[in-house]
């Protein structure tokens, strides 16, 4: 009974299952939740009895890091773009007949950077996100993002959004999604860290040079290139680039455009070109 919890002062509140006999540490939310208005921390992980999070959760105006791991939260009710202080957003491991419905408007959450959908049975991202004006730190790993249209169009309706790109996105995680292509116009946005190993990519778009100034980790391992990308040399920022492990037809060739890509990152410290067989 959260009401028993019965102060506003409460800022942090962590639940999890207590153990691994059935029914150990359920809890099922109710409206008494909006009665801890202090939170500014919730944290709920293994905790089968939480499918859904009540309409009260809009009256924690203070919240501002939500995280529900390994629940069965099938959506979140609309009432979260009241929570106006949200900043971290992370639904991962939930609703794996499809992922967590997002309310369709997300735009009065202004401070909300980082959202974490990873592991979710995700065939495409929310549309929701292309609403996040502040969207700086996005993963999708590990969700199977089979549809054509699994990059939402929408983050090009944004004014100087730049196309397709959401304008503050600086760090973008694809691990092990069955993409086969990047985003268009990702290169519009301050991207810092791109990490789309283990994925189904062939190459990479000469769209993503424009982000030369700010990109300092590319990591494509365990995709399906076929040589060290010449995009590598429009990337001056880069201090980690990993290209390791490719499966493409034909094997991997280094090639004689190494020197001039190395040439072209004065700042990198670490390349990883192994391949498989010694390569």
């Not at 939480?50 to 809009?58: I, R, S």
């Not at 309310?103 to 202004?110: G, T």
């Not at 590319?218 to 429009?234: F, I």
């Amino acid at each position: 009974d959260l009401c028993a919890l019965g102060s506003h002062a409460l800022a942090d509140l962590e639940i999890g299952a207590a153990g691994e006999e059935e029914g150990e540490g359920l809890l099922e939310l109710t409206a008494d939740l909006g009665r801890l208005t202090g939170l500014t921390r919730l944290k709920i992980e293994a905790n089968d009895g939480v499918d859904a999070l009540p309409p009260a959760l809009g009256g924690l105006t203070g919240l501002r890091v939500l995280s529900l791991a390994m629940c069965p939260v099938s959506a979140l009710p609309a009432e979260l773009a009241r929570c106006t202080a949200l900043t971290s957003l992370a639904l991962t491991w939930n609703a794996p007949g499809g992922g967590p419905d997002l309310p369709p408007d997300l735009s009065p959450l202004a401070a909300l950077r980082r959202v974490d959908l990873s592991d979710c049975s995700l065939r495409r991202a929310p549309p929701a996100l292309a609403t996040l004006p502040a969207l700086a730190a996005l993963d999708l790993s590990g969700n199977p993002l089979t549809s054509p249209d699994w990059w939402p169009v929408a983050f090009g309706s944004r004014a100087g959004s730049g196309g397709g790109a959401p304008p503050a996105l600086a760090v973008l995680r694809c691990i092990d999604t069955h993409i086969s292509a990047l985003p268009p116009h990702l290169g519009a946005c301050p991207l810092r860290v791109l990490d789309v190993s283990e994925c189904r990519l062939a190459d990479l778009p000469p769209d993503l040079g424009r982000a030369g100034r700010t990109l300092q980790a590319l990591r494509v391992r365990g995709n399906r290139l076929t040589g060290v990308p010449a995009l590598l040399a429009a990337l001056p920022a880069l201090v980690e680039a990993d290209v390791s492990y490719q499966t493409g037809p034909g094997g991997f060739q280094v090639g004689l455009s190494l020197a001039a890509c190395v040439r072209g990152m004065p700042g990198l410290k670490r390349l990883d070109l192994r391949q498989a067989g010694g390569g």
